[in-house]
């Protein structure tokens, strides 16, 4: 930015240059939100409506919430025993419960939509498992800490476009650097299953036999694709100096079935075609998707297909869907016993909604508890994070909030929030900016607001 | 002869050297054709063309409803001198013989589309011509060439009139109606004269229309591409068709004004000169409005525009979605209507998944849409079919008999075809139907012509033989005995007959076999299939034996020729030599004429055999049904569909096939009386047959949120009478009420209102084309039928500010609806809420690089500029209307200018300004610009960093319309934060939360709770946002947004 003042005016091409990087440079308002440093005595959350976010009990009325070294030492009813150089919480008339996951997301990837220069989501090129997000995040990204600030702790950054978009990464919002941001740079492979069935939509220019041919075609792509890469970990397996490859290298979780295929859907033919081939190929899928997942629920409950419903405000796909088909899936897929959770399918910007999704699927007929697993629990057993994250339980990690209401009711606020026991400071740019202009209008106010005379005609007089 | 048709109202054009014009004027019987002086002099003999015939022996179809079942037409120079059932043919008459055929009056094509884009070229590029290059009114359909294929192809279908319509622009230009004769046929005139039309229609695509029925050759483009000239959207073309329509009857008044003396030469105007035959009301007016919606919009422009002009609607086929609304309209106007028979094909249901995808108004479109002609002459419009929108014009006879199959009956499908396009092009003096005096216009027709199958063989233009009538064959069908001239190697078989039928060329041979025959006739008893006329069919070429034992002793065996042909009157075929006495197959030639012929018979050695053929008296021939087939049966098995695939391959592409096996599957569905069902309005799902529950009602027990004075009641009854709230209150006593709901357990709220809409709106949201479009409205282009304002409504929303998009510092004008689901535009509108439209500033607007404004800069000025036009506009105007009426009345009259009509409002304190702001500096400058003309800016839409000046804002007295939370998605958003309402709220600021999304529009009152949260307004305040300050901010909240007695009744429990 300095370099900008040293311009002369006959310099008009080089300011050409730095003008566009002048654009970026002031997108990127860079966070002065400090991270929070290591958990470094016991912290006792008292009198707090504890959402545990497990089936077994998923409420305590009056609870305590203990941790300590970044780990739940304690939780249960009434008071705890409370270790030595404890700091206490008293959370009376509050609720405790895990931090939101936002499982999938494009948070940390990109900063202003529209400026394409903030914008590292997709890398070049159709099959790219190698792209992982988790080198890619700015820490000092303003999203971040406007997320945070409202409860979503956790993400899972993923890359977008093509037909094998990348890896997906888990990552914790705070931190210094992006290795602190992160918790598992690799825990499973991104894709967007190829349209099966024609869509029918106004915005497709194809016919439906380019649209089926071309279907097609990709999936025999996809099918070359894997059982490449398939053969270059057996090569190198059995003969060591067979070349490096680093989109096999990225694919070798998957492959085994270790690690699950979020597989982006929009129909339930997608879904049938998806799962199948995957299963076929011993990997495991995850759905990501929402139209067309009500009538797939059968199949999904048959294979065990986890599913992520992506977005739950969300417009029904077909004019004659009931008008609240997004609202009622969670509903319908706990009904039948589908594992499944909750992700905006927004942009990065609205991550902090995720609650208020969950508390759509509540108010049209979900379990206000098992919608706040959908938030947190779930998507961390279907990331395979269920060992460390997800629920509020004796050795789970303590990143966790407290919010004054239920943790999902829009009007509740984030009254403070920890991850990985790390107290997080829940400003951030918008606090600021709304700190600033406060103390504007508070002295406009003190000055008696220079009133201009009304102005002349308005249109309803 | 009979009397000649009465000089028609056709306009002065007789300067084209006309044939048809002269006729027409009485010049009199006896005219020798070829008097033109353009004609070239002879090469050769001067050639006599009698012009004189007459059609003997058919069914006569005179006009809808008039048969004679075996008639005489007579036709002298091209007009029927006289058609009955016992007419005796003048001598000298040359005869057609049409015994079991059908006569008809040829068919009108009331619009012929042709590419005038060159035209339309020419004529922009012209002095004089329009700035907007869709204006070309001057394009003339008399110099489009019809092209062959399409001539050929309506002939082939039996048109013989057409009216040429330019297809290019907006304003396209005007019509000609022209007899369907190629240059080769001429000296035939060709202009008919007959009342013109100046063609108009949007230029945009109907993206819904064009999935179900994609127009040939339309390439759909992207909306809003910031390249597209002017107008990109459906109601840019609605408000471009406003003004010209304005401008020509300016220029009418002006031109009267100079020619009274006003020292201003008036300016060369190509285009609006040629829009002033249709303000005399000597042009019609023809609206070309593929999409239902749009036609209503039309017709509505043209009532509001030019009130008297004759008007005719160009429809797309799925006018029977708007159907009442079109009715009415149809009948206010008197406006005739001419729709296509492109019906959409099935759906496609190859899987359940795929069957999942298809909506109820896409299968309600598939099975309705034939009923769409029968359901508007049921409501008594006048109904023309045209061939238009056909993706292949050979099927539209077969698409017609669809429409019969949906109700249509055969004399209005004649009607539809003959007298109502003749009254409708003012013709039909001339034309439409057989009555003498009348053009000859003649198709001849095998059977019925309704009947997709039936032939169309022989067709008259104006007298002239366009398509020969099939001559009568020189060797008739029949059956022949059969005499060897010289020696055969051997005896003929018994009784021998030949019989050969023209029809199809076939050649047989029958005679009695003989059992002492048996061993070595083991051939001759051997029966060859059928042969087609080109018969190469494999199977024919290996006859099978039939058992005959069973046979009667005089059965006949036969054989039939394989390859066997006919052409001019001479037959050939191979066929066994057996019968014939000779060894192995003969190649055979028939030539001969009347009842004998001679038959040549080569051996494959070459050796040659001659036989005499005698005909059979033809008692004996009726007495062998193997000999003359009725016609009828053939018709519709393969042989006829073959032969009607070699006259018109057309017929049988791809759709027709289709049509054919859909018949098939279901044989047995009589849809005939479809076009009675009462349809939903709109179409499809959660459409309504009948209005919602209305009446008394009362509502009981609930929480009830007033909104108002009254504040939030825990327990109590809101009463709703004639649509109005009657009382609100702890409890109500209302003895007369109709219903009482018990809302035990619920709330009641005011209908929720959202202030930044894009919902229902057909065509494009943005006319961003031009930096300046206060000239369109969104108000124009309201859609009922999207399905959004149903989903919407289940939200809760009540009514809805549908705004333009913010591509252009100002935009369109707003339109404020109420969601009437159910019921049709002019239904949504809510009725006194004042007039609005929509400004922009920021990013959207600066984003095109070949326009000005590009900076925050230009903006203001613009603006500023823009206001300062329409000042002067309005002061323009004043000084005209101070004039003394004799001074006014030659002084050129200043032009009516919406756009600054319209910006002149919003000085004038009559139109509320909302305006898309996102900065701060921004909205500062538009609140100054607003002080310096002296209006108060209603509503700063989005207004992310009002925060930041609030209390600025509370003092010019602005509502802001923000979103609750929204930010990030491009730099000027980067500073927005939640707290934004809450903020503007302390400061003073009228404050609403809007959706500007489909779907957010569906909850708003969890938009309206964000505000709880984020600046701790009360549940009240915070529902205020999305209730009583949107209904204030749009000035109608004496109306609705709070639950207060003799307000509307809009709310949501």
Redesign the interface.
Known sequence: MRSMQLHSTTGLRALAALCSFA?TA??S?QSDVVPAPAQSRPVAIIHAVVHTATAAQPVISDGHVVFDGGRIVSVGPGMPELPANCEIFDAKGMHVSPGFCAFPTSLGLV?????ESTDDRAEFGELRPEAVPAVAINPDS??LT?SRAAGILLAMPVPNGGLVSGTASAIRLDGWTPEALTIDPSIGLVMTWPMV????S?VS?RS?EEQRKRAKEDIEKIGRFFDEMKAILAARAADPTVAHDERAEAMRDVLSGKDPVFVQVG???QI?SAVAWLKARGMRAVIVGGE?VE?AIPFLKSESIPVIVNGV????G???AP??AAYALPKKLADAGILFSITTGD????E??LP?HAA?AAAFGLDPEAALRAVTANPCAIAGLASRYGTVEPLKSATIIVTRGHPLE????VAAAWIDGRSIDLTS???Q??RK??T??ER??EAG????A???????? | MASRPAPAAFPARLSRASIFSALSLGLGSGLAWPAAAQQAPVNGMRPSDPARFAIVGAKVMVAPGQTIETGTIVVRDGVIEAVGADLAVPAGYRVYDAKGKTVLPAFIEAALPVDSATAAAAATASPGAHWNSFVVPEVSAQTLAIPDASLDALRAQGFAVVRVLPTTGIFRGTSEIRLLVKNTERPLGRDLGGARVQSMGPRSID??Q??QNPAPGVT?QPRGERSMPYPSSVMGSIALMRQTLMDAKWRDASTRAAELGSPVPCDDMNALDALLPLVAGRDGLLLDASDELDAARLLRLAGEQMPGARIELLGGGNEFRNESELRSLLAERKAAVILPVEFPQAP?LV?P??A??????DLMTWRYAPTNPKRFIAAGADVALTTHRLADKGAFRKRLADAIAHGLTKDEALATLTTTPARMLGIDARTGTLAAGKLANIVVASGDPFDAETKFEGMFIAGTNVVAMPEAPILAAGSFTVEAQAATPKPLAKDLRVAIDPKDGSIKASWIAEPAAKPEGEAAKAEGEAATPEGETPKSEAPKSEGDAAKPADARTTAAARRASVADGRFSGIIDGAPFGCEGELRVGIAGVGDSAQMIADTTDGTRFLFTLRRVAAEENAAKPDDAKPQAATAGDAKGDAKADSTGPADRAGRGGNAGGERKRTPTEDKSNLWKDALPYPL??YGLLEKPFGGTVLFRNATIWTQGAAGTLARGDVLVRDGKIAAVGERIDAPEVSTVFDMQGMHITPGLIDCHSHTGISGGVNEGTQSNTAEVSIGDVIDPTD??W??QL??GLTAVNQLHGSANPIGGRNSVVKIRWGEGAEAFRFAGA???IKFALG?NVVRSKSRYPSSRMGVATYIDDSFEAAREYRARHAAYAALDDATRARTMPPRKDVELEVLAEII?????VHCHSYRQDEILMLLAT??KY???V?TLQHVLEG??V??EI????AGASSFS???????EV??????NGA?MH??GVLVSFNSDS???A??MN?EA??A???GGLTPEQALALVTINPARQL?IDGRTGSLEVGKDADLAI
Do not use: C
């Open positions: 654009t002031t997108v308002a900063e202003t939509l529209s400026v303003d999203l406007v069935d024609p869509a029918r106004l220019r439906p129909s339930s033919a049938e067309g009538s405000h969300r417009l029904p077909q004019r004659h008008t609240d942009e990065p910007a609205h902090r909604n208020h759509t829009l009007t509740s606020d740019h918008q606090s900016m709304k202009y406060e504007k209008l406009a106010q607001a220079a009133n201009d009304p102005p002349v005609k308005d249109a309803s007089e | 993206w819904s064009f999935f759909p496609d899987s998944t795929a999942e995808t298809i909506s109820l108004r499809g799902e399905i959004e149903y989903r289940a939200g004042p007039a609005g990013e004038d304190g009559t139109r509320l607003a002080k002296g209006f108060r209603a925060y930041k609030a209390p509370a003092a010019h007295g939370d929204w930010w990030a998605y491009k730099i980067m500073d927005a934060i939640p707290w903020i302390r400061a489909d779907e957010l569906r909850r969890m709770a964000k709880m949260r984020y000035r």
